[in-house]
């Protein structure tokens, strides 16, 4: 006869773990699995399908001038993606050794507290003809004519980095807030001027979480559809107001599904991508070294 | 000889209202292995940050074979620090923490290979190039710290309680080895310490500081044997203290006096020599060492009106392998600690036990006057 185990060494870990499971695959798989489908039909003629396997979704998207629109999001992405995080990273620094953390981090989380689209909205009333900084710089008779701030690509990269500056910042804030600050000084004193202590001490130091912060940012961004949309002209739109205008003007759903699915893959190649250099990057420096002394 | 003379000048250092640092003067030798020593805030790791250029002091210079280095960024001084939590770069192995001055420097990687693994032999870490500082133990880490801070050959290297960290046993061990590194690259070693036995076993010299104060500079045996101040002699080692007053003073030998304390707490008259003069009536700090006193179970026999003799009872014999420790209440109702050697193998254990009554005895060359309290 087996004895009956205590209760405290019964391993439920997957039964707790089981919600998890079910909202995974209603809202992560199912969905995906979805537009993977979807994107392989004939499009219906009011939206929709037809269960009819197609490529001519992936045909129509690469025989037209889409490349263009997919190259130029891939570059606003990677813009907003660069400026954000040359943001965050001396504004990460600053909060990890400020005294006021608390206040700090609040401030970084405060606009959360406000809808997107009316903080977007702001920027118009900002950069708008008649805006705050036009009427401003009009008072002032530095300027005549109002500036064209609003309704271009540079536009859409400012509020792009200002909407997802704080997703930059929170994860770089808790890297540097781990870092040992003595560390600098040491390399300071081993020879190290104040920017190579910077780079080769505290910036590989804080890897994990300039990755993530690039995460956070990269994959929102480049699936943006309401900045673009509001601040941007006709010709900055991107990849994300696509889908939208497939989805709710042109009704062509399996060219949506398309469109998303180059979202879904880029980001996800990126993230892996992003998440395998730390490992890369450790074993060339090792590679490196071992080679040079089989040299000797 | 390699290595630099260091002066420090009328340093003060003020952190808000709190004086870290007040006049401090010491000048090193070159290839010296000087201690800055004391208890914790008392200035002594503010000095070495001066000395390695994390910190500006607020009057006064420090100069390196003469020339001032005040100004001088950290990264441009011929000083290297061993800190006390290591400061090893976590994203690096041993090997690229020891070369990250060469790589800096732009050393090319041959030269790099063999000057790293030199250092690293100095420091025996052969074995554990290739891992990552998290997986050393706290001695290895320190190791790699002390190759890491030689590497560039420094003139100086500062050496922040590196040992603080350790336990006692791998304590010992690395300081001697400290030692031996420092005899074998003959640099100037300055060391920040606040364990005395440590000062006074590797030392030339030690400055012992208090409340931002260097109170004395000697070698160990200066320092143990005639403390400049009752914090000095309180401070390193154990020793019996008291509040005495000068009776007489009269001329001894060439160079001393031979001095009669009135010790109230003692309740008797005690002879003392000392290298100064004393004027009868001043107040002074009397102080003899517990291994310098004697204990006895018979009364001494000794003709010399210079010995000191007290009746007592042991109040507490505390045996401690290599010696034992007597707490003796004198008949006056004052304590003093008596440290006996075992030279020879006691059959019975110590022939000395709780409550006997015993004579203790100092002669006056073993006590000393430590400070005069007023003029």
């Known amino acids: ?296 | 000889m390699k290595g630099c003379d260091i002066s420090i000048e009328h340093v003060s250092k003020t952190f808000g209202s709190f004086n870290a640092l007040e006049d401090a003067t010491i000048a090193i030798k070159k290839g010296e292995f000087f201690s800055l020593l004391g208890p914790s805030g008392c200035g002594k790791t503010t000095l070495l940050r001066i000395i390695a250029g994390f910190e500006t002091p607020d009057s006064g210079i420090v100069t390196f074979d003469g020339k001032n280095i005040i100004g001088i960024d950290p990264n441009k001084r011929q000083s290297n620090t061993v800190f006390q939590n290591y400061a090893l770069f976590p994203h690096l192995s041993v090997f690229e923490n020891v070369a990250f001055p060469l790589r800096i420097r732009k050393v090319d990687q041959k030269t790099i290979n063999t000057k790293v693994m030199e250092y690293i032999h100095l420091v025996q870490l052969d074995a554990h190039v290739d891992k990552k500082p998290n997986q050393l133990s706290g001695g290895q880490k320190q190791r790699v710290a002390i190759a890491r801070a030689l590497i560039n050959e420094p003139s100086v290297l500062l050496l922040d309680e590196p040992l603080s960290a350790l336990d006692a046993k791998l304590r010992q061990n690395l300081l001697v080895e400290l030692d031996a590194i420092h005899d074998q690259i003959g640099i100037t070693f300055i060391y920040v310490t606040h364990d005395q036995s440590e000062a006074l076993s590797v030392s030339d010299r030690i400055a012992v500081m208090n409340q931002g104060k260097v109170l004395q500079i000697g070698t160990p045996f200066e320092i143990y044997e005639s403390p400049a101040t009752e914090f000095v002699a309180k401070f390193i080692g154990e020793t019996n203290l008291f509040d005495s007053r000068v009776v007489e003073c009269v001329p001894y030998t060439n160079d001393e006096y031979m001095v009669t304390l009135d010790v109230p707490e003692l309740g008797q008259k005690i002879k003392v020599t000392d290298y100064d003069e004393t004027k009868p009536g001043q107040q002074v700090s009397f102080t003899v060492r517990p291994e310098k006193v004697r204990i006895t179970l018979d009364e001494p026999q000794s003709n010399s009106k210079e010995i000191n003799v007290f009746k007592g009872v042991v109040e507490e014999p505390v045996y401690s392998g290599f010696q034992s420790k007597f707490y003796v209440k004198l008949d006056n109702g004052a304590e003093i600690k008596v440290y006996a050697q075992h030279q020879n193998y006691l059959d019975d254990g110590p022939d000395i036990a709780w409550k006997d009554r015993v004579y203790v005895s100092w002669s006056a060359n073993d006590g000393y006057i430590v400070e005069v309290i007023n003029q």
């Not at chain 1, 909202?23 to 009819?52: A, C, D, N």
């Not at chain 1, 001038?65 to 999001?73: A, E, H, I, M």
């Not at chain 1, 909060?95 to 700090?104: C, E, W």
């Not at chain 1, 940012?217 to 739109?237: E, H, Q, R």
């Open chain 1, 1 to 296: 006869m087996s004895r009956p185990r205590p209760l405290s060494s019964r391993n439920y870990g997957a039964a707790y773990s089981f919600p998890m499971g079910i909202w995974f695959t209603l809202f992560f798989l199912l969905p995906i699995g979805i537009i993977v489908t979807y994107s392989f039909m004939r499009k219906g003629i009011h939206g929709g399908v037809e269960w009819q396997p197609t490529f001519d979704a992936y045909i129509q998207m690469f025989n037209s001038s889409y490349g263009k629109l997919f190259v130029r999001t891939l570059w606003v992405t990677f813009v907003s993606t660069v400026l954000a995080i040359a943001i965050a990273l001396p504004c990460g620094y600053a909060m990890a050794r400020s005294k006021m953390q608390t206040l700090l981090l609040f401030l970084v989380i405060i606009p959360f507290w406000t809808n997107s689209l009316i903080r977007i909205n702001a920027w118009i009333a900002i950069l708008g003809n008649e805006g705050f900084i036009n009427e401003t710089l009009m008072k002032l008779g530095i300027i005549k004519e109002s500036l064209p701030l609003l309704y271009n690509e540079s536009a859409v990269i400012l509020v792009l980095v200002y909407m997802y500056l704080p997703y930059a910042i929170l994860p770089i804030f808790t890297a540097m807030d781990k870092f040992d600050f003595s560390l600098l000084e040491a390399a300071r004193d081993l020879g190290a001027t104040k920017p190579q202590s910077m780079f080769k001490v505290l910036l590989p130091n804080v890897r994990a979480g300039i990755v993530t912060a690039i995460i956070f940012t990269f994959i929102p961004i480049f699936g943006a559809y309401t900045v673009p949309l509001l601040v941007g002209g006709k010709d900055s739109y991107m990849l994300g107001n696509i889908v939208v205008d497939q989805v709710t003007k042109v009704r062509n759903w399996p060219l949506a599904s398309a469109f998303s699915m180059v979202i879904t893959v880029v980001s996800t190649v990126g993230v892996l991508w992003m998440m395998g250099t730390s490992a890369r990057e450790a074993a060339r420096v090792k590679g490196a070294r071992v080679k040079q002394e089989g040299a000797l």
